[in-house]
């Protein structure tokens, strides 16, 4: 039993937190105040700083904005992920260099490989 307590504390924890959550939420249902969406038509226009639409808002969006995100998303973790290398640089010795060296090179050598595919497939340029 003294192997599984720590899970038991950790099991009782998130059960804990799960039915805090629900119960949070069933109190907002109850508690907060009802609107009938049929008598507020402007709750459904589109909000353009004040400014009323003209024409359809629904438009067909770039392709590119999705692009720009992804790869900021793909470089924001690998940098994330090199933080730790470099904050533990300062403690290579002859045990580890072959870890400290060789390992995070080979990553960077994959990060820059999917850097050269974007500029090959054109994705930084704007069109």
């Known amino acids: 039993m003294n192997d599984m307590g720590g899970y038991l504390i950790i ?3 998130w059960f804990i937190g ?3 959550v629900f119960l949070m ?12 969406k ?3 038509p402007a709750r459904n226009d589109t909000y ?3 400014e009323k639409t ?4 629904y438009g067909p969006i770039n392709v590119q904005y999705y692009y720009v995100v992804l790869l900021f998303a793909v470089f924001d973790v690998a940098v994330v992920m090199m933080l730790p290398w470099a904050f ?18 080979v990553y960077l050598l994959i990060l820059l490989s999917g850097v050269f595919y974007a500029f ?3 994705y930084f340029e704007w069109r």
Request: aromatic share 8%; proline share 4%.
């Open 11 to 13: 099991g009782i924890t």
């Open 18 to 20: 799960l039915i805090s």
């Open 25 to 36: 939420l069933w109190a907002v249902n109850k508690i907060a105040p009802r609107r009938d």
């Open 38 to 40: 049929k008598n507020e």
């Open 48 to 50: 353009e700083c004040g």
């Open 54 to 57: 003209i024409g359809d808002s």
């Open 88 to 105: 533990s640089f300062s403690q290579i010795n002859r045990n580890n260099v072959i870890y400290m060296t060789i390992f995070p090179l």
């Open 120 to 122: 090959k497939k054109k």
